[in-house]
């Protein structure tokens, strides 16, 4: 932790530079600057940034050399916009004398340094202050990429909201390699805690093999470790169910490893299963049911049909994934060879008293998710052979 905080305070002095404005471009580098100007509601201060090449912070000479030295871009901003950045707060207000605004001949100037992205070297900033006007985290950060894009300008120019929104949406998504190196780079300009949140998944330990795993299962990827505790996290590890499950429902299909996504689907299909199979296994089983009193053996059984009744529901979240995914044909396989655990629920069903009384929700449950995969088969979403139902 000690090295992480010598390594922020030295980013501090690289931002007391970054701070203080530069003065502005002589008339001569007019003819070589951009033309290119943009303008945000209620626009009350023209924003001059100006590309930096001789910047030592990209590795990339090419991109240092298509960088002409007068280029520039103007943007007519709101200052009351701007003054959400502590940065820009401190730029505007009476703290500075002489002021730089009157300094820079009636315009603020923000240096840039040279972007790996020639093609769009403002970019990243833009967007920073496109945020700092329409407060659109969500709309604007929807990929790895994008916050740790945003992530560097927000934190040069104190804009804390924009940070903990990129840190937040990080935490949340699975890294490819080249991401995670990314992340590495970018944790010494962080907080000790926010670093530390990141950083903890950078080398994720091995997950333990669960009470329904096989001896001898291999150990999960990094990417399966992650997109499967974003579905433990969706179906039960959120206070918000709905917006995390529409969330994770996003990730699920926008990811580009369509056979990683296979693959933790089926294995948390197999898993709830699993469960369902146990908990009306043990409804079911005479053996339980003479060996406790009455009274306890009601409060057991309302137990697990409760529990019972929230695994199906959670299987049916899960076969509504796989079928918007086009990888149902593994559930509906294992789903048409359930003879036991249809043998149970039928048990159930001859005991109207019992699941009226306790499940009443529990027979529709299992109805929907048999019939949203008979569906699929129907419209062909879901390809199986023709014995599968």
């Not at 604007?140 to 909201?161: E, H, K």
């Not at 994934?321 to 039928?346: E, I, N, P, Y």
Request: with cysteine; charged share 20%; aromatic share 6%.
């Amino acid at each position: 932790m000690s090295l992480r905080k010598r390594q922020r305070s030295a980013s501090s002095s690289r931002l007391a530079a970054f701070c203080s404005p530069p003065s502005p471009p002589p008339p001569s580098s007019a003819s070589a600057s951009s033309p290119d100007s943009l303008s945000f509601p209620n626009a009350d201060l023209l924003l001059r940034l100006h590309l930096d090449p001789s910047s030592p912070d990209d590795a990339d000479a090419d991109c240092h050399l298509a960088a002409a030295p007068g280029t520039f871009l103007d943007l007519h901003v709101s200052s009351a916009a701007l003054q959400r950045s502590r940065y820009f707060d401190a730029l505007l207000s009476d703290r500075w004398s002489p002021s730089p605004f009157a300094a820079a001949g009636g315009r603020l100037s923000l240096t840039v340094a040279a972007s790996p992205s020639c093609s769009r070297p403002f970019h990243a900033h833009v967007e920073v202050l496109r945020l700092l006007h329409t407060l659109d985290f969500s709309g604007a950060i929807r990929s790895p990429g994008d916050a740790l894009d945003l992530l560097p300008v927000a934190l040069q120019l104190l804009f804390n909201d924009c940070v903990k929104a990129c840190i937040r949406f990080l935490e949340a998504v699975p890294w490819s390699e080249d991401e995670e190196a990314r992340v590495i780079d970018l944790a010494p300009l962080l907080s000790a805690d926010e670093a530390a949140d990141l950083l903890a998944r950078v080398s994720p330990p091995p997950i333990a093999a669960g009470p329904s795993s096989a001896a001898g299962e291999p150990a999960k990827s990094p990417s399966e470790a992650m997109l499967h505790g974003l579905i433990n996290s969706a179906i039960h590890g959120h206070p918000v169910h709905a917006a995390t499950k529409a969330f994770v429902a996003m990730l699920l299909k926008d990811y580009p490893s369509r056979d990683c996504v296979h693959k933790v689907l089926n294995d948390a299909f197999e898993s709830r299963l699993e469960t369902i199979q146990e908990l009306m296994g043990k409804y079911a089983s005479p053996d339980f049911r003479v060996a406790v009193d009455s009274d306890e053996r009601e409060a057991i059984q309302r137990f697990n049909l409760h529990s019972a009744a929230l695994n199906v529901k959670h299987l049916y979240w899960l076969i509504e994934r796989m079928v918007d995914l086009r990888v149902a044909d593994k559930a509906v396989r294992l789903w048409s060879d359930q003879a036991a655990l249809a043998t149970d629920f039928q048990k159930l069903l001859s005991d109207a008293d019992m699941w009226r009384n306790m499940t009443p929700g529990l027979p529709m449950l299992v109805t929907r998710c048999t019939l949203r995969l008979a569906n699929s088969i129907v419209t062909g979403e879901t390809l199986v052979p023709r014995q599968a139902f």
